[in-house]
């Protein structure tokens, strides 16, 4: 038997505050595409306690340019975020795959992206933070000012910060509160974020063998990528797995996988001169027009999700960031993994040495899949990685990340609680509640 959730849609900003001063135990959402927190499965995280499920998603959304800055207030999505900024001239860095997320979730679970190879994670574009306190005031956290220096922790954090996203949250200034702690400390209401200007781009395709039988060019293109992070906004892998899910007659000629960037089309002759000639990649490289390409990258995830609906898969996958040099150890455990007889599929930020591997699991499969994915993150652990640098730890992952914890991150987390979530009311459940 479980405790029944109970579910509320805010209208305005004055009902928020209202909710948050009678203290309920609450799971604040907007477009609920998180992975990591099974919303539609939520009772069974809480058995026995009560959680109101928020629903933020019908709060005024609100979008403004201010000189070269985006200001977002309420459930504005990325697809929205980006739109509006186009209307203007301008450009995020960056946004993650699915835009129908909303920007100020994103905030909450540190968001990154395809261009994070060019522009970091979301934390390197957010300018300001507004966030609705446990007596429900409104507090504004900047970019600029370092944290308190009991709420930093200083020598945990070193040598993570290489990854886009750490097994646990980055603190280090005011901002950092909201950033990749997932709703656990307050409510997002507004940010402000820096914008670039809009350009025309374009994506040069890499026909590459299929990893599983050679890697060797993948490995010397990975290395070769790191000296243009300034030129090339992403460098994307998908494998022959994933082409297949697109239909024949929009598949690109290639036998292998394919790795992809792009970057300003007045950076063409660059590219080539600097980038294809060297590696001596000319007779295997074709160019598309950004448009196109937009298209031809969503047919992936729409053929995955089609599959998986037809046939009754669970997917089962994984999100971990290794460094440069350990990224062939990471494709031998992705060598392993491919060998169960499960479908699969490869891709992902491959110039950041971060990649999805996808188990397509049938429902008599789920046990051998679920096992195979506990294997496969004891493994890393050996590894200095991040086990999930992008979708986050949510309620799913909690297990996965606890080999990563030190006393001072349990103590931290609980500090952290104490002053800013006294009554428990934000996200319960979530990471920081977790105990050693
Ligand atoms: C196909 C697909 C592709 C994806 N690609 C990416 C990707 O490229 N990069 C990436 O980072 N993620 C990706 N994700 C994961 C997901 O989209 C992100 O985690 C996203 O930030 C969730 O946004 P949402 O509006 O759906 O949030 P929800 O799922 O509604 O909520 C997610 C979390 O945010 C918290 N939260 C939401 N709103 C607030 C708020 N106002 N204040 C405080 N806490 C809040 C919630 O408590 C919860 O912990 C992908 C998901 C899918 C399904």
New binding site residues.
Partial sequence: MYMAITTRTISSLDDLKTFIKEGKPA?????????V?PFDQIEQFYPDKELTLVN?STLPAVMEMDEDRLMIKGPVTWKEARGFCHEHGRELPMW???EL??V???I??S???ERSFNAGSLRAQVDEVT?LNHRAEEIVLSCQKALDSFEMYDKIQKGFREFKNAPFPYLSMEIDLMIGT??QL????EAVLRTKPLENTEVLFIKVPKWEEDYSLHIKIMNKVQEFRNQFYCVELLDSNSLEFIEKEKRPDAEGDLIFLEYGVKLQDFVFEHFVTPLGLEDQVFVMEAAKFKEFRMEV?RGVQEYNSRNGVVKKGTDVQVRHMDFRKLLDLYRELAKSGIRYLLFGHFGDAHLHFNLLAKTDQVEDCTKLMNEFYDKITDMKCSPFA???I?LIKQNYVRPFYTKEHFDTFKKLKDLHDPKRQF?PGGFMEMTP
């Fill in positions: 799971l604040y959402h907007a477009s609920k595409t998180s992975t927190i933020l993650p795959t699915e997320a909303c100020l979730s994103g909450a679970t968001a990154t992206g966030y997932e709703g307050g409510v997002i209401t995830p992008e979708h986050g949510g996200f």
